[in-house]
């Protein structure tokens, strides 16, 4: 009999608890990264030989890849981007962003600043295009109590999935998809297994703050090695493409409203112009490259990608939109292609940093945030 009573009890129990938890959840704001996460990649050795045998990823409290929260007493800088600002497999410590903070936290450099304390936080997603950036920029940027300076770093995304989806004349606007866009936010939808449920999320959520657990995952990089051999593989490669007007527009439509967002909370921003690697490849450095096909590598099998050359020279329709932005909004812009030695040194891919590209890129964004001219690079001169 006493089970009989003690069950309803129990079952009444956990759905207010669940309730509870859900109309939590819809008070709480959006994070692009988990808060207080922790992971760490054990990269694939054999296809990333240049890179760190292991690589840190963490996030502080404010859902931003960087040190802990800071308070409203530091100079504070937020990088926005796609994936050549998230840095994925680089760690902690080499991720541009960071080596921002180290110079920046210089002595010399935060006398020039006049701060005691430079803080660089990094909410960078791959492949998220200069629509969704603009969206998470809403979201986001009015949690910050303060912000100095807003960095973007963008361009190479729009590309991506122009090219993906096969060169469209037209561009539909996308629905926005939170779950995409967001690790956290308060439109999550919940289930009743166990699982996703709320009140297991708020578990999660409590035991990354309390006990800070470690996610480790192995041998991460092999896909890249099959995306790879799938380039390498390929029975087409495109050499020609449509022109890319409607692409470009959209970029720069997008792009003006995510300046326009910046400027309306933080006190400065950089225009920060997204590098790539261009240069005549031999077939062994072909063999190295991956990105640009016809529909997404991650999902399926591809028989048909887009030549380098096609690719730079989209980047640089891109770029110049970017910049042309930057001068009509009056925001600082900084060109990163006389910068950069155009190399495997600084490149791991066509788009990405190694850890001493990473370090060049850091280095020449703190000059620019301290208004000295960053040193160019040998064989870094635009072509």
Known sequence: ??????????????????????????????????????????????????????????????????????????????????????????????????????????????????????????????????????MI???????????????????????????????????????????YAFNDHPQATFGWSPKRTATWRQVGRVQRKLMRPEDVRENVGRRIGKNRTMRAAATTLIDEVPDPAPMVAYFEEHFRRMIQAAQGRAKRVLVVRQPWFEKEFTAEENARLWNFGKGRPYERELDTYYTHRVVAALMRAVDEAGSRVARDMGVEQLDLMPVLERSFDTYYDFLHFTPKGAEGVGNAVASAILRETPKQADGADRS
């Open 1 to 134: 009999m006493p089970y009989l009573v003690a069950v309803p009890i129990l079952i009444a129990l956990v759905v207010v608890t669940e309730l509870f938890f859900r109309a939590r959840n819809r008070r709480l704001g959006y994070f692009v990264l988990q808060a207080y996460s922790r992971l760490r990649l054990k990269l694939d050795r054999e296809i990333l030989p240049d890179l760190e045998p292991e690589v840190r990823i963490h996030v502080n409290a404010d859902g931003e890849r960087g040190g802990p929260s800071p308070g409203t007493d530091v100079y504070r800088v937020l990088v926005v981007g796609g994936s050549a600002a998230e840095c994925y497999l680089l760690d902690q410590d080499s991720q541009w962003p960071s080596v921002i903070e180290r110079r920046l936290n210089e002595p010399s450099s935060l006398a020039a600043l006049g701060e005691t304390r430079v803080h660089v936080g990094n909410i960078s997603r791959s492949l998220v295009n200069c629509d969704y950036l603009t």
């Open 137 to 179: 920029m809403g979201k986001v940027l009015d949690r910050f109590a303060r912000l100095d300076t807003v960095i973007t770093f963008v361009g190479a995304s729009d590309v991506v999935a122009w090219l993906e989806a096969g060169t469209p004349a037209t561009i539909d606007k996308p629905v926005h998809s939170m779950d």
